[in-house]
């Protein structure tokens, strides 16, 4: 694997005259990281700066991990690719993620149990972003024609050659798997558990040397620095022209291009509400295998991540007798006298985009309606 933006970095050195050289110059290879504090498009609020110094830390956390850790494509791993310890790329707590990079070229066996989340995809892609340029999905499989056995287990393969069953081709250019599962509420669902191994009985690295640490650090370097920038980047985008009110879906452009999974359609906004106002979401949704309405913060981290007050979906929502969806965000909730039983709670945040997913539908995406009102308005 190479990050995609490495060239932009000088390459780290290791010198036996001085075993810490190489940490030294590592650590000085992350300052430029902390630049996107001093973006006069980043919010200087103490919110936003207090999670940017968390969120460039994870970073490095997840760089090590997906650069080094799972860099073995003799041997690769399906791990959960967020956490409540860690979140990004504006992921929704209503879904159970795994991921492993993979050399498409050779053919890999996914066996596991199915789980029983109504939703869920296995799909490829020619990178991951923020490590490989582009990020694509490939191809995938999901439940509507997911083979399972009579026991609850499967098999997928995925692989250059035709295959009978569950098959996804894979080529040279296949270099990242995931594996999403959705579902309104886990409280009483098991998800799938899967394991994926390559066919060809490759040979696992054998222990790493000094000369795959400094690569896998200059790696690390490189993700942590130009990661941010991305997701960043796009909430820049939305905070530019779709202040408080939802853009419909449009066609995917450099900034937005998020690799999305197959069946699922997004529709963004971002909000901006002083520490006393709400903003009132009105919409009809139509017929969907499953739709949800998460929060995400300026750097694309999930708000109330795993929190049931702080995202919405079409299992819990409380909808008007006419199928009506009204949603309030704001800092505390709304009164019983507003009439409004759905609300968003920012956890303290004043900006951050809004994420509505809509998946596996039969109906268009709904319109939505947005009005920012003073919180006391409500009562």
Partial sequence: MTANDSSEHPKLNYSKDDPGQLWEEFCDSLKRAG?????????QDERTIAEGYRHLLRMVRIGFENTFELADLAAPQLTPMVGRMVQYEGITSDARYLHAFIDGSAAHVIRGTRGEAPLIEFGTYNGKMGIHDPSHL??????EKLQVGSDGRIEVVLSPEEHSGNWIRTDAETRYVMIRQYASEWDRLTPGRFEIARTDGATPAPPFDLEEIRDGLERTAAFSNGNPLIWAGISDYWANFAVNRFVPEVDADALTDIAPPSGHHFCCGYFDLGEDEALVITFQPGEAGFWSLGLASYWYETIGYGRKESHL???TVNADPNGRVRVVISQSPPPESAGIQNWLDPKGHQKGTMVFRWSRPKSPMPDFECERVAQESLS
Avoid at 35 to 43: A, D, H, K, V, Y
Avoid at 138 to 143: K, Y
């Fill in 138 to 143: 490939l191809g995938s499989i999901t439940e």
């Fill in 35 to 43: 630049n996107i504090l001093r973006r006069p498009e980043t919010p």
């Fill in 313 to 315: 979906n079409s299992g």
